[in-house]
């Protein structure tokens, strides 16, 4: 399911059954970038694409046709400018300081794993 969502976003043809998993991905995607949904929607991309880069640190980096290691490639780069930004800082509130560090060090952490240039 996964490759033919990732397959997707390079024009190949996604089935209908697949079709709204491919909506959730291109959400996700969406809301990392600020501005363009909700504030809670861009904190829960920000989770979940942290755990996706996770899941990736599991998959041998030398197999880079992976389909997790592409999607996770697809939005690093919106992922590290969400959560380390120094003109805007990542926060959920004081309620969520040391969760909001765990989630940057975790993010850290794999992004390293990944790519550790």
């Known amino acids: 399911v996964v490759e033919e969502i990732v397959n997707a976003e390079s024009g190949a043809p996604c089935a209908q059954r697949h079709y709204k998993k491919k909506q959730v991905i291109d959400q996700l995607k969406k809301s990392l ?59 959920r509130g004081q309620l969520f300081i040391c969760q909001d560090v765990d989630l940057m060090i975790d993010c850290f952490v794999s992004l390293f794993r990944i790519n550790p240039h």
């Open 33 to 91: 970038v600020p501005h363009t949904t909700g504030k809670h929607l861009t904190e829960s991309a920000a989770v979940t694409c942290v755990k996706l880069c996770k899941v990736a640190t599991y998959i041998n980096t030398t197999d880079s046709n992976n389909v997790v290691f592409l999607l996770v490639q697809s939005i690093i780069n919106d992922l590290k400018m969400l959560l380390f930004n120094p003109a805007k800082p990542f926060s």
